[in-house]
């Protein structure tokens, strides 16, 4: 098992700056990737940022340039620095892990992020 834990969410102005970070514990030795995914009201969960073993990066194309994905997955850490942030940036923000050895995504409870314009 493989527990997730957010921080770093919050309420910003439009062109501000965040950093959300997430820690794993547990059996966290055969993951292989961490992402951010975020889920919007009245929206489904979409990829936001992942960070493989192999240091492959992947962006949603609205966030490319503005957001950086950062950590150690071998020690089960994830950050994401946020920068010039915009209203359509508000959502709950959910850490993942992906065990490969089980083939089992893990998330953390979520953390709110609200952009005001």
């Known amino acids: 098992q493989v527990r997730l834990v957010e921080y770093g969410g919050g309420l910003v102005q439009a062109g501000g700056s965040l950093r959300l970070a997430c820690a794993a514990s547990?059996?966290?030795?055969?993951?292989?990737?961490m992402g951010w995914y975020r889920k919007a009201p009245g929206k489904q969960r979409e990829l936001v940022a992942l960070?493989?073993?192999?240091?492959?990066?992947n962006y949603a194309d609205s966030v490319k340039g503005r957001f950086t994905i950062s950590g150690d997955n071998a020690k089960g850490t994830v950050y994401l620095q946020m920068n010039s942030l915009k209203p359509e940036d508000t959502a709950v923000y959910y850490c993942?892990?992906?065990?490969?050895?089980?083939?089992?995504?893990?998330w953390g409870q979520g953390t709110q992020v609200t952009v005001s314009s």
């Open positions: 960070a493989t073993s192999g240091s492959t990066t």
């Open positions: 993942n892990a992906f065990d490969t050895r089980v083939q089992i995504n893990y």
């Open positions: 547990g059996s966290i030795f055969n993951i292989n990737a």
